[in-house]
């Protein structure tokens, strides 16, 4: 090694150390707090999860049907949501698909619910947005794996820890497009509520988010996307569902079983993004 | 007449140095050398100007002119640097520059409304809930707002359409749209950015009229931001010419085309059809400065072709043209007047010059009478104070 290279690995700044330094201080001073969150977070996940098998496959695909026609108004659209979901019964992965779709909407919800406030927040706030940049992209150019270790060491292995790390990498997309849409409103009707007399409130409310609605809807399809394809790897780490057949799959190298999980996966992207999405124009 | 609107010495400046670039309008600096030594480009400097209620006072200039600037002071869509912005609130002032935000916001949902040039509607929105926009801001209870809507969509002719989006109108709609939801507030003061500057010609043209009819039934206080000279004097009932931030002029109409205050003024009217402004009124010569003769007899033209004899009331006792007794007749019916040399027409104050020059014209050129009200004698037009308006020389 030359000298210079040599001096300067002799001072290595021992970021790894203070990493773990600081994840060994929170586990052992709040790891009763982490783990009763995990507990309450599983319990309710296992809940929502159990509570749904409880229903025939073929019925609760039948109402997710109508939930999709009473989304979009659309027959088609219903009719192949329900053929998909009847592929996913037909090749014996209801269950995992369950438990895959309860994360999956948990982990977008919860992105969206912290995410959109503050994607409105740093609209308003240029300063704030600079200051949260870094951050976001730190969030989601981290490999992922990087995270899930310190996530495990917290919250143990299962569904809370899965739902975690996946809220984790949504999180910028959904402040991202929903600061796109809030600071993208066009001036002109920004200036038209001033002129009538709105408050902040009422600017916000009445022409700021409606305005900005079609892109954070994109947002929320985006988020459901995402949480989809991050579910493999919350299978990593314990959580249930389609991505446990996936690693199972290429732990024993078993094509079939990799290949039917894998279009369970698919379909069921198709069928929540086709679901969320929102008609371009006016209409509400 | 009442004050609607007060401008009193009002200076805007866009940019950081507010104090600097102020000192440097007490200068009397122009809008470039602010910007370069501050970095602050001025929006309108020491602008004063008063509007009275009922009256449509136009803000004319070319772009970057600080006519919208100073516009936009009136409900504090700009800040005031300095100088005050008095609106009345009913029976009293409000200092829009220094009230505060309650105040504001009352003003702008009951006082002061406004119609965009992009018209500024909300797409999501149909058409009646964008007419309704401002009274839902201002917490109008429901039935009253959709009783209020329903009436202004009539009076813009829209009641079709009220359940339809707003982008699935024609342009002239939209802001048919926009302005109704200015006069759904019932705000006495109106602010118009340029509102049909982004229409095609014949609607621009329509929306004019209709905007004027309105104005005759409503009797608002409008301040109408306009580019377009010909806009500003069929509807204007005041003008206002800025350059550069400042203002330059301001008068009735056939003022500012009959005694333009300086080069940028006449450059602006070069292109104006005098015809479009000018009335009798303005091109007579008074009866005193007429060549009197004998017997009460004045001589209406230079050329004495025509004579009136006066009575002691100021009324028209008798008429000569050419050397034999001639009738006088009104312009008003000098479509219907058979073309005869016998006649002299006569016209009020408030004639537009056009028709007096149509009477000329069936008159073989003879000058034409003006009358009060009264019927009483007050001067005359003879065809070279008609030319001489017309070339405005």
């Not at chain 2, 926009?178 to 500057?197: K, N, V, Y």
């Not at chain 2, 004998?294 to 033209?301: A, N």
Request: aromatic share 6%; proline share 4%; net charge neutral.
């Amino acid at each position: 090694m030359d000298p210079i290279s040599k001096l300067l690995t002799d001072y290595k700044i021992p970021i790894g150390p203070w990493g773990k330094a600081f994840f060994g201080f929170l586990t052992d001073n709040f790891d009763t707090i982490f783990r009763a969150f995990s507990n309450g977070l599983n319990f309710i996940l296992d809940g929502a999860v159990n509570l749904l098998l409880m229903v025939p496959p073929v019925l609760l695909a039948l109402v997710i049907a109508i939930i999709a026609w009473f989304l979009q108004r659309s027959r088609p659209l219903a009719i192949g949501v329900f053929l998909g979901l009847i592929f996913i019964i037909n090749q014996n992965l209801w269950k995992q698909t369950v438990q895959t779709l309860v994360l999956v909407v948990a982990a977008a919800a919860a992105a969206m619910a912290i995410g959109v406030p503050l994607g409105i927040w740093a609209a308003h706030k240029p300063k704030v947005y600079r200051v949260m940049l870094p951050v976001l992209d730190l969030m989601q150019t981290l490999p992922t794996f990087v995270y899930l270790i310190p996530v495990l060491t917290l919250f143990g292995l299962g569904n809370a820890p899965g739902l975690i790390v996946t809220i984790i990498f949504v999180i910028p997309t959904a402040v991202r497009l929903t600061h796109l849409g809030v600071v993208s409103v066009p001036k002109a009707i920004i200036e038209a509520g001033e002129a009538f007399g709105a408050t902040k409130r009422q600017l916000l409310w009445k022409v700021e988010l409606p305005s900005a609605l079609p892109t954070i809807m994109a947002g929320l399809t985006q988020s459901i996307m995402l949480s989809l394809s991050m579910v493999v790897f919350a299978a990593l780490i314990g959580a249930g569902g389609l991505g446990t057949e996936i690693n199972r799959a290429l732990g024993s190298r078993r094509i079939d079983l990799g290949l039917e999980a894998g279009l369970a996966i698919v379909v069921l992207a198709i069928v929540l993004d086709r679901m969320t999405r929102i008609g371009v124009g006016g209409k509400k | 007449m009442t004050v609607a609107v007060d401008f009193k010495n009002v200076d805007i400046v866009f940019g950081a140095d507010q104090s600097g670039s102020l000192a440097l309008i007490d200068k009397g600096a122009t809008r470039a050398e602010i910007l370069e030594k501050t970095g602050n480009v001025l929006g309108c400097a020491g602008a004063s100007l008063t509007v009275h209620e009922g009256e449509i006072s136009v803000l004319m200039g070319l772009s970057g002119s600080g006519k919208s600037t100073l516009l936009r002071a009136v409900n504090r869509l700009n800040v005031v640097s300095r100088g005050q912005v008095l609106v009345k609130d009913g029976d009293r002032t409000v200092d829009v520059v220094t009230c505060d935000e309650a105040t504001l916001r009352r003003l702008r949902q009951k006082q002061v409304a406004m119609v965009f040039q992009q018209f500024g509607l909300l797409p999501w929105r149909t058409v009646e809930e964008n007419v309704g926009f401002g009274l839902e801001l201002a917490g109008v209870p429901d039935a009253e707002r959709k009783a209020r809507v329903q009436k202004q969509l009539q009076l813009v002719h829209l009641d079709q359409w009220s359940k339809k989006y707003a982008h699935e109108l024609s342009g002239g709609m939209q802001q048919r749209v926009g302005l109704a939801r200015a006069f759904a507030t019932e705000a006495p003061i109106l602010l118009m950015d340029e509102p049909f500057s982004a229409l095609d010609p014949l609607i621009r043209t329509k929306l004019q009229d209709e905007l004027l009819q309105l104005q005759a039934e409503l009797k608002k206080t409008i301040i109408f931001v306009s580019h377009d000279l010909e806009e500003a004097l069929k509807i204007g009932s005041h003008i206002t010419i800025m350059e550069g931030g400042r203002i330059v002029q301001t008068g009735a109409p056939e003022d500012i085309v009959l005694r333009p205050a300086n080069d940028y003024v006449r450059d602006f009217i070069a292109n104006v059809n005098p015809l479009s402004v000018l009335t009798a009124w303005n091109v007579m010569r008074d009866r005193r400065d007429l060549e009197q003769g004998d017997d009460g007899w004045v001589w209406l033209d230079r050329r004495k072709t025509t004579r009136f004899k006066i009575d002691a009331h100021g009324l028209v006792a008798a008429a000569e043209r050419d050397g034999k007794p001639a009738v006088w007749v009104s312009c008003a019916d000098v479509e219907r007047q058979p073309e005869e040399g016998s006649q002299v027409f006569w016209a009020n104050p408030g004639t537009p010059l056009k028709t007096v020059m149509l009477a000329m014209h069936r008159s073989q050129t003879a000058p034409v009478a003006l009358f009060d009200e009264g019927s009483r004698f007050v001067g005359a037009i003879g065809i070279r104070d008609v030319l001489s308006a017309v070339l405005r020389r």
